[in-house]
Nanobody, 120 residues
Framework: QVQLRESGGGLVQIGGSLRLVCTAS????????MGWFRQAPGKEREFVASIGQSGGTPTYADSLKGRFAMTRDNAMNTVSLRMNKLEPEDTAVYYC?????????????WGQGTQVTVSS
């Protein structure tokens, strides 16, 4: 069973950048599709980005294209999310998730999340 741990969150000013990293332990990381999600206060969790098992071109939420970039390193069992030009609306808890294909189309492993706060 894979365990996921996010890091890199924090407080950043408007227009700043952050890089989140998700480190996986256990399981078979290279076989999992990986995703990033976020949940802002009082809102439902929303999709941010995903990437296939071997990497390739990530998929992004339309509203985030051009500002966020997801990568993965199967040798290090990590995925990262580079976030640029941050806005107050990006304030949320960010989660990484793994889709092991056990449940079709569903992410079945989740990290604890890391808080990102964007302020002026």
């Amino acid at each position: 069973q894979v365990q996921l741990r996010e890091s890199g969150g924090g407080l950043v000013q408007i227009g700043g950048s952050l890089r989140l990293v998700c480190t996986a332990s256990g399981g078979y990381f290279w076989t999992y599709k990986m995703g990033w999600f976020r949940q802002a206060p009082g809102k439902e969790r929303e999709f941010v980005a995903s990437i296939g098992q071997s990497g390739g071109t990530p998929t992004y939420a339309d509203s985030l294209k051009g500002r966020f970039a997801m990568t993965r390193d199967n040798a290090m069992n990590t995925v990262s999310l580079r976030m640029n030009k941050l806005e107050p609306e990006d304030t949320a808890v960010y989660y990484c998730a793994a889709d092991s294909s056990t449940i079709p189309g569903a992410y079945d492993y989740w990290g604890q999340g890391t808080q990102v706060t964007v302020s002026s």
